[in-house]
């Protein structure tokens, strides 16, 4: 008789155990044992370092925002006031650029040419795409 009642009394208290439990982890009376986790520890150490860096970083953006603004006022200040400078010069004159011949082409008109009378030496270099023997590939590199 006794240990039935022993018995009875285990499982009750099991039963009201389970019951406790179930009713603190509903109500949130476990987030203390939650929080002294380590693992949760470091989790929101670490997610309050990004939560720093995130609004770091917001302010630079706004910074880098108010410097873009700012150069695009002085961009289009700057070019209206080019076209008015254009606007008031006669023509733009375009740039001239200097030519420069490739190796074996024809020389340009102010480069000193031999005498009528004198003889040129020979080019050792064929022109790209011609070979030097009929029989020989072309070995001469390619002008860009």
Do not use: H
């Not at 389970?18 to 986790?37: E, N, R």
């Not at 670490?46 to 860096?53: H, I, V, Y």
């Not at 102010?110 to 590939?137: H, I, K």
């Amino acid at each position: 008789m006794v240990v039935i009642r022993y018995l009875f009394v285990l499982l009750i208290g099991a039963l009201l155990g389970a019951a406790g439990v179930g009713f603190a982890l509903q109500k949130g009376y476990g987030d203390f044992f939650i929080k002294s986790a380590p693992a949760v520890a470091d989790l929101e150490r670490r997610l309050d370092g990004m939560e720093q860096e995130r609004n770091r970083l917001g302010r630079q953006l706004e910074s880098v925002e108010g410097r873009a603004a700012k150069m695009e006022k002085l961009f289009s200040d700057l070019e209206t006031r080019f076209r008015g400078l254009s606007g008031s010069a006669s023509a733009p004159v375009p740039p001239t650029a200097e030519v420069v011949p490739a190796p074996g082409s024809a020389a340009p008109a102010d480069v000193a040419t031999p005498p009528s009378g004198a003889a040129t030496p020979p080019s050792t270099v064929p022109p790209p795409g011609a070979a030097a023997d009929a029989g020989q590939p072309d070995t001469a590199p390619a002008t860009p």
